[in-house]
């Protein structure tokens, strides 16, 4: 082999190492939950899992948004605990749920239960979109927080129940992002938009880069998911047992 096809290939390889390390660098500096949040499950290997001390109705899958640590969703997980779901929010490969849209399959198997929903927020709510796309028939339901599936993800010609929440302040998943990706949302999709909110908090980890200032506190936009989540849940699973 000549020297310069030599010299060419290891220049290759050592900026294809540079590169790598410089994901790796910037995927670890990530978003992490606010010191105002409590009761925070310990991780049971990549799972913070949020399981109701009495009767469980279904189970809640919630992908994480991008470089955002699972335990600044813990208000949520509570939440829906207490509302009877058991409630699963998984930590991903370099914090990117994309490059593990299949971890749902992880927690399906450990907790056999009849119904299972997944959402996911930012870019864990395509990671979402992605797994019920393949996995429709094991689920009951899709939810959307500031997100969207992308165009290989196409639920429009179907019934499979959808909530997409989205913020009226939000500077990353905006507004006009939400009106184009809606055709790929089921005939029963349901949309809900948060007045005064904003990206970073459908999370509870402080300011992001690229957002915009929430119109409200975060405590009043988290009850708001939770409230709107919670009343679809329901929906879906009174629905489903013919109540």
């Known amino acids: 082999m000549k020297k310069w096809l030599l010299y060419i290939l290891a220049g290759m390889f050592t900026l294809a190492l540079l590169a790598f390390g410089a994901f790796y660098i910037w995927a670890e500096q990530t978003y992490e939950a606010s010191d105002q949040l409590s009761d925070i499950p310990d991780r049971q290997g990549d799972w913070l899992i949020f399981e109701p001390d009495g009767e469980t109705k279904a189970g809640v899958v919630l992908y994480p948004g991008a470089k955002v640590e699972p335990e600044a969703y813990s208000y949520i997980g509570n939440h829906l605990q207490e509302q009877g779901y058991l409630t699963a929010i998984p930590s991903m490969r370099f914090n990117f749920p994309i490059l593990e849209a299949q971890k749902a399959d992880d927690i399906l198997e450990r907790y056999p239960l009849d119904e299972w929903f997944i959402g996911g927020h930012s870019l864990g709510g395509v990671a979402a979109a992605a797994y019920a796309g393949e996995n429709q028939k094991q689920l009951s339901g899709l939810f959307f927080l500031a997100s969207y599936p992308s165009d290989q993800d196409d639920f429009s010609d179907t019934d499979f129940p959808v909530l997409s929440i989205y913020g009226e302040k939000d500077g ?42 929430a119109d409200i506190p975060v405590q009043e ?7 709107e989540l919670t009343t679809w849940l329901e929906a879906s699973w009174n629905k489903g047992h013919g109540l």
């Open 221 to 227: 936009q988290q009850d708001i998911i939770v409230e």
């Open 172 to 213: 990353l998943t905006t507004l006009s992002d939400i009106e184009e990706k809606k055709y790929l949302l089921s005939n029963t999709a349901v949309l809900y938009e948060i007045k005064g909110g904003n990206h970073a908090q459908f999370g509870w980890y402080g300011k992001q880069k690229g957002d915009h200032p």
